[in-house]
C-alpha cells in the first residue's frame, strides 16, 4: 500500500522500492475515486469496532482495505490521522475506570482490584487496537498491515497520537512474527525467479547489477539465508548474505569483484555476513536481524564445522555526516561538503590516520540516547559483537567514499562473548572493542 | 504438558488425553528432580523479566520450560500461582501512574496526556505478559504454550490472580494463532500415518474405533479438514468432518454404520458437518471452530458447486442433565437418576412427544448469561446458523442417550442468513429456529 | 489386471494378493461383455500393429487395455495365447531375410551385411514386442504393462510362445525399471496411510498384523527402504525391513516380539534385514531386490557410521521340502509328512544335530542348475552375500517350523567380499560360507 | 560429453550450446591424461561385457564413462568407432545359428523353431547393447547416454558400423524415454532460476535476449510446457512456447515485440505455439515434441475452455536454401546469393506474389523421400496438422529474412482432423492444407 518508501534506522539499511504494477491489463485493484472520503472511512471504521466477531466485520475489514489501498498518499495520511485521533481511548471513560479504581483500593478486596485494574486497562487500550487482528485475518491481510505500517511511518513521529498508533501497530506485528513462527531458509540458484527478482530489488547494502552477480552470490563460497512468514509466502522479511572465507575479509572489493579469487567452502574458516537487508520498512522495530544472524550462525556451524569465526563487512552509514558536521577547526585536513568525489587514493598518511581515528572516536564514542549513534553499529553491537577492525579503503566505490570516505568495519560475533557484550553494551553501553580499534583513539 | 486432560466447553467438545511416551528408551525429557523448587522459579522468572531480548534470555526461558516439565502435576499448579500472584501488577507503580494521569488532564495537554495514559497502561500491564513471547520463541515454544495454558485451565476459574493470568495468555495465543497464519488442509488417506493416528486418538464426538474405521471418513462421500499452525506442523489444531449427502441426515447410524449408503459426490446436494473436535484444551476461546466453518463451506463450494443445503448433525450434550434436574413434578413421564440404559425403543409415543418438547424448549429457552445454555447450541448459533430440526432417535447409542435421550440436532448454516442470525444472536439473543421447531414449543 | 496371484520364485518371496474393488458405487473399470471376443482383440491388435504413432494407435492401445481389463481370467489366457501365436515371427519373412543375408555374405561387402544382419534380426523380432511400448506409454500403463505380465506367468512356462512372449515383455520392463530411473525411499511413519495399507497387505516373509506392528517397524532401530517408479506413484515395487541391533540377531522372535528390546539407534553396530518383499509378481526377473539391498546399505552407513556389519535374517523356503523328500532312511530321526505342528522344542539334541547338518548340507550343496537349489539362498549368493551362521530355533511359528523346521540363516554381506563372492558364485557355483557354517557338513 | 553441437534436423530446431565449466575452482570431472588409450578402452568394454550383472560391473562402467568424458573430441570418435566394430555382432556365431535354424525349419517343431530363431536374433544382436543398461544404472547415466549420443551423431551418418551403433542407443533411449515416465510441467516465474537459465540458453527458435524477455514469456498471455524425464531432475527434454491469443497471429513481432499487445487469458480464443525447442540432439528421433504438442493442447483445453483454435506461428527454415538453388531461369524477379540483407519491405506486389507462391510450392510439394522437405513441415504433418497460413512478413528479421525471405507459415492442429490428416500424410503423403494456401499454387 506505501507507495513512498524512505530509509528507516533500524540497524541494517531497511529500502522500500515502488512496487512494479501487478497488472499489465489496465486493471488496478481499487482505482482512486473521489468518493472515498473520510466520512466513509469513519463510518466504517464504527461499524467494524461496533460488530462482534462475525463474518460481516471480515466484509467491512475487506471494504476498508480497498478502500484505503485506493487512496493517494495526502489521503493516506488524512485516514491514518482520523483513525488515530478518532478511535483512540474515551478519556469519560478513563476517568470512571480511574474512580472505580480508586474505590476498590483497600487492602483485602484483591479480587474486585484486579477486576479494576483489568477495567482500567481496557479503557487505557486504544478502540484502534482491535482493527489490527481483523485486517491480518484477511486473505494476504499480513502483508497489508505490514505495508499500512510502512504508511504510517512515513508520517514521522511528531504527533504524539500517531506515535501512539504505530507503537500498537509494532506491537501486534512482533506477536505476528514472533520467531516461533518464522522460517528460515537458504535461497540458492534453484529457487524461485520470482523470489530471486525480489533480492535484486531489495538489496540495499551492495547493490545488485544483474542475475548474474546475483547468481555469483548464491554458489561456491557464497550462502543467502532469509526468514519468511507463513501468511507472505514468497517475500523475503530480511536476509543476509555471506561469504566464506579464509581469515576476516576487510575490503569489499575482494568479495564483490567479479574476477575475485574463490575458496572452496570445505577450507574456509571464516565466515563473512557482507549484506543484511530488512526489506519492509514496516516491520521496522520487529527485530528480524538479530535474530537471523543467530539462526544462521547456526546453520553455517552445522554445516562447515572447520568455520570458526563469524564476522561482518560492515558500512559506516554516519560516519561522514557525523565528521562534517564536526566544528570547523577540528581537523581541517579534509575538506567537507559537496566533495563526495573525494580522491581518496591520494589522500596523503596524516590525513588518512586522522580519518581513521575520527572513525574509531564516531564508533566508540558517539552516541545517541546511550547508544552508539551509527545505526549499524548499534544493531551489531546489540547483539552482542564488538568491534574488531576499522578499514581504510575498505568500500572505495562513490557510495562508500560518500558513506564514510571509504572506511569500513568488521564485527565480530564470538559465540564465547556474544552474551557478555550484549549484556554489557545494553546495560551501561559499554562497547567491545579489539585493542587495535582502541589503539587508534589512543 | 498438561497430563491430566478435561473437557472444557468451548462450543463442540475439546479432549485432551494423556500423550504416549515420547520415547521408549528412558529417555525423558527432564524427569522431575527434587531440587525444582518454587524459589527456583522465582529466580528464574525474575532474570527473564529483567533481561533484555538478548540470547541469554533465550536460555533462562528454555531453562524455566525444562524445569516446569519436569514438574508433577501439583508442583505446576503452585508454580502458576506463583507466576500469576508474584509477576503480575506492582500496585506502587500503578497508585503513580494514576496520580501522574491526574496531574496532565487538564485540556489542551494532550501530548502529555496520551505518555501519562500510555505509562498508566503499562504498569497496569501484568509483568508476566512478557514471559508469553520469550516463550512461543523458542523451538516447539508455540506448542509448549498451548500445554501451558491447558494446565492453567485446570486449575479452574476460581482464584482472580489465576483468571487474570489466563486472559492474557489467551489474548498472547489468539494473536499468535491469528486467522491469517493458519492453514485449512484436507485430510485423506494419503495423508501421514502419525497424523491420521491423532485423529482417531483426539475425536470426541463421535469415536473411530479402528483405521478402516477412520478410511471410511476420509474417502468417497466423506471429507475432512483441519486448520494448521506452521510453528506446530502435523499437529491438526482443531478438524471438522464432513459427509456429502442427498438431503439432510438425521440419524447419525445412517452417516455411520458400517453398512451405510454412499451418495456419488456429484450427486449430493447437502453437506452434513458431523464431527467438530477442538483436540487442545488450550486453545478454549481463541475461536477456530467457526473459521474453519467458514472456510470448509468455502471449499466445499467451489469443489462441489451442486450442495447447497449446509447444515450439522450434533450432540445436545446439556440436555440430559437440564431435563434431570427440573422440577420432580414438571414432567412425570420419564424416570431421572441411574438410568442411562433407558430404553428409548419402548417409549410411548406420547412420552415421546413430551421429550422433544422439552429438548426444544431447552434448545430455544434454557439461557447461561443471555447465551443458549447447551455449548454445542451456543457455539453454532453465535455462528449465525439456526436450529432446523429435532430428531428423536438422532443417536441411540448409550453415550448418545446419555446425553440427550438419544437426540440430536440439525442447525443450518444458511449463507443468505448466517450475518443476520448471529447479529441477531450476539446481539440480543434471539435465536434462529424452523417453524417445525418453534411448534414443538407451542 | 491379473486375479490370481502366485509367488514366483525370484530370490526373496514374491506375493500378490487380490486388490479390494476400486469402487464402492458398482463402477466397474470395464465390466465383462458378452461381445468381447478373441475377433475382436485380433482385429485390434491388428490394427494397432499396422498403425504408426499417431494419436489414433494410442486410442487403439486404451481399447485394447480396457477390453483386456473387462476379461474374466480364462478368457484373458486365451488373448494372450492368441498374441502371442499370431502376433509373432512370420515365418516367410525370416526365411527371406536368411536368404538376403546369405547373398551378402561376401567379405568386403560390410554396409551390406549390416543392413542384412539388421533386416533379419527385425523379422526375427515378434510383432508383438511393439506393444509393450504403446500400452506403457497410456496413462498407468505401467502398472498395467506389470499386471499383464503377471497374469501371463500364471500361464505357466510350457508352451514355447507363450514363453516368448514373457521374455520380451520381461526385457520391455527390465528397461521400463531402469535403475537409473527408480526412486529410493525410506518410508516412515509420516508417510501416507494409503502407502502403509500396502505394506501391510504386501508383506510376504513376516506378516504384519496390525497398524500398531507396521508402527513398531518404522521407528526407533528399524528402518523401511523401499524403491518407486515414478509412473507407478505410491506403489512400492520392493521393500525391506531394517533393524539397527548390536551383533547379529538369529531368532526372529527378538527382533518381531511385542516386547522385544529396544536399541538406541547410535548405538547399533549391525544391520539385520529381516524381510524383502516383492509385492508384484509380473516384476519377477527385473532385479529390484538386489539393488534395494545395495543401496540401502549405502544409506545405513551414511546415516550410521558405526553400523559396520550387514546381515540378513532369512527363511529357507525350500528346506523342509528338500528334506523331507529324501530316502525314507536317510534320517530316521524325524517324522515328515503331516507333521507342520512338529514340537521342535521337544527334540533332543541328536536330531537337532542332525537337522542342523542336514540344513547346512541343503544350502551349501543342493543345486538347481549350478545354482544353490534354495531361491533365498540363490538370490543372496547371487549378490554377494556369503552363509554366516544357521540358527536352530530361529523362526519358531507355525510357519516357521513348516518351511524349515524353525531354523533361520544369517547371509552377510560384507562390503569387502561382496564383489569377490558374487564373482565366484556365478562364475563357478562357488557358496561362501563361515568356518561354523561348513564344520556343520564336517 | 558432448562439446561440439549441431543442429540435427528432427523436425523443430534442436540446439546443444557448450555447457559452462560446472566448477569454477579447477575442478575438472576427469581432464585428459595421456595413459587414455584405446588398448585401455577396449579392455574394460570386454571386461563390462564378459561379467554378471554385479557391482564390479558397475564399477566397471562407471570407470569406462570417466574415462570417456576425459577425452578429447577426436579421442572420443576413435572411441565410439572401436565399440561400433570390434563390439558389434559375432559373424561366425551368426552363420552357426543360421545353419541351426535351418536344421529345425520342418513343420510342427514349434518349440525348437521359437528357440532356434531366439538364438539366431540373440546372435545378431550386437554386443555393445548390452553397454546401454549398465551406463543408464549409473548415476546421472541417463544425462550421460543422452549425451553420449549426441557425441555419436556428430561423426555423421557415413559408416554403416556407427549407423548400427546409433540405432541401438536410439533404440534404448526410446524405452528410457517412454511417454510414460516423463512428466509434464508448466514452467513459471515461480520456477527455478537454474532451470529458467536454461531455457534462455536452449531456446533456439526465438531467441530471448534477457530474464526480462523471458519473464514475459511465462507470465499473463503466454505459457511455456516442458517434458522432464525423474532421471534428469532440472532439464528439460523439450519445451514448447504458447501465446494465449484473440484469433491465429501470423506475425511474429506481433508476439514478441516488448511493446505488444496482451491478451487476457479469459478472452483468448486461440492458442499459437511459437516455439518448440530439443535442447538434447542427443535425443534426436525420440518422437518428444509431437507428445508435447498433444499433452500442451490437453492441459490448455482443460485450463481454458473457451479456447478452440490450435495452431503454431513457425519458421520455414529450408525455404530459402530450396528457392535459391532452382534454376536460375525459374524465377529471376529474385536475387540470390550473398543477400540475406534483402530489403523484404521494398519488394513490389509482384514479386511478393511470386514469392508466395513459390513457398507454398515448397511447402506442399517438395520432398524428401515422400515426406515434405522442410523439416519442420514434416514434423508438424506428422503429427496430424495441416498448413493453414503463409504469411508475407511473418518474421522480418534477419534470421527470418536469411532463413524464408520473412515467410511465416501457421499449421493448424483441428482437435477434429489430426488422426485423419496424420494417417493421410504418414500413409501416402497427402498433406492437409487451407484452400487458401492451395489457391497459392494454382
Chains 1, 2, 3, 4 share one sequence.
Not at 118 to 131: F, G, K, V
Not at 162 to 184: K, M, N, P, S
Not at 204 to 233: C, K, Q, T
Not at 340 to 349: E, K
Request: aromatic share 6%; glycine share 8%.
Amino acid at each position: 500500500m506505501s507507495r513512498s518508501g524512505k530509509d528507516v534506522g533500524d540497524g541494517p539499511r531497511i529500502r522500500r522500492r515502488r512496487l512494479p504494477s501487478l497488472s499489465r491489463f489496465g486493471l488496478r485493484r481499487g482505482a482512486p475515486t473521489l468518493g472515498a472520503t473520510l466520512g466513509d472511512v469513519r463510518t466504517l471504521v464504527a461499524q467494524l469496532l461496533a460488530g462482534s466477531e462475525s463474518s460481516s466485520q471480515r466484509a467491512a475489514a475487506s471494504q476498508l482495505v480497498d478502500r484505503y489501498s485506493s487512496l493517494p498518499d495526502d489521503r493516506r495520511r488524512a485516514v491514518l490521522r482520523l483513525v488515530a485521533t478518532e478511535f483512540g481511548t474515551d478519556r469519560e471513560r478513563v476517568d470512571r475506570a480511574v474512580a472505580a479504581l480508586a474505590e476498590v483500593s483497600g487492602p483485602g478486596a484483591s479480587t474486585t482490584r484486579v477486576d479494576a485494574e483489568r477495567a482500567l486497562r481496557l479503557a487505557l487500550t486504544p478502540a484502534y487496537t482491535r482493527l489490527g487482528p481483523l485486517i491480518s485475518a484477511l486473505p494476504r491481510g499480513v502483508k497489508l498491515l505490514v505495508d499500512l505500517r510502512a504508511d504510517l511511518l512515513v508520517l514521522g513521529r511528531r504527533e504524539a497520537e500517531l506515535v501512539a498508533l504505530d507503537r500498537e501497530l509494532q506491537a501486534h506485528l512482533r506477536t505476528l512474527f514472533d520467531i516461533g513462527v518464522l522460517e528460515l531458509t537458504r535461497i540458492t540458484w534453484d529457487s524461485p525467479a520470482a523470489l530471486l527478482e525480489k533480492l535484486i530489488r531489495y538489496e540495499a547494502v551492495n547493490e545488485i547489477r544483474s542475475w548474474e552477480e546475483l547468481h555469483g552470490r548464491l554458489v561456491d563460497d557464497r550462502r543467502l539465508y532469509a526468514f519468511f512468514h507463513p501468511a507472505m509466502p514468497g517475500e523475503p522479511l530480511v536476509f543476509v548474505e555471506v561469504a566464506l572465507t579464509r581469515g576476516i575479509v576487510s575490503q569489499l572489493p575482494a568479495l564483490l569483484a567479479d574476477d575475485r579469487e574463490h575458496t572452496r567452502p570445505e577450507q574456509a574458516d571464516t565466515a563473512i555476513f557482507y549484506s543484511i537487508t530488512n526489506p519492509h520498512s514496516g516491520l521496522a522495530g520487529v527485530q528480524l536481524g538479530n535474530e537471523l544472524i543467530k539462526r544462521v550462525v547456526d546453520e553455517v556451524r552445522r554445516d562447515h564445522p572447520h568455520v570458526r569465526t563469524f564476522a561482518t563487512l560492515s558500512p559506516i552509514p554516519g560516519f561522514r555526516r557525523w565528521y562534517d558536521a564536526r566544528p570547523a577547526d577540528a581537523d581541517p585536513g579534509l575538506p567537507r561538503a559537496d566533495d563526495s568525489g573525494i580522491a581518496i587514493d591520494s589522500v596523503d598518511d596524516d590525513r588518512r590516520a586522522s580519518l581513521l581515528r575520527a572513525c574509531a572516536r564516531y564508533l566508540l564514542e558517539a552516541r545517541t540516547g546511550g547508544r552508539a549513534a551509527d545505526p549499524v553499529a548499534n544493531f551489531h553491537l546489540s547483539n552482542g559483537a564488538s568491534i574488531a577492525r576499522i578499514n581504510w579503503h575498505g568500500d572505495p566505490s562513490p557510495v562508500g567514499v560518500q558513506r564514510s570516505y571509504g572506511i569500513t568495519v568488521n564485527y565480530l560475533y564470538d559465540p564465547r562473548a556474544i552474551e557478555r557484550n550484549a549484556r554489557a553494551y545494553l546495560g551501561d553501553g559499554t562497547i567491545a572493542a579489539s585493542d587495535d580499534v582502541r589503539a587508534l583513539v589512543g
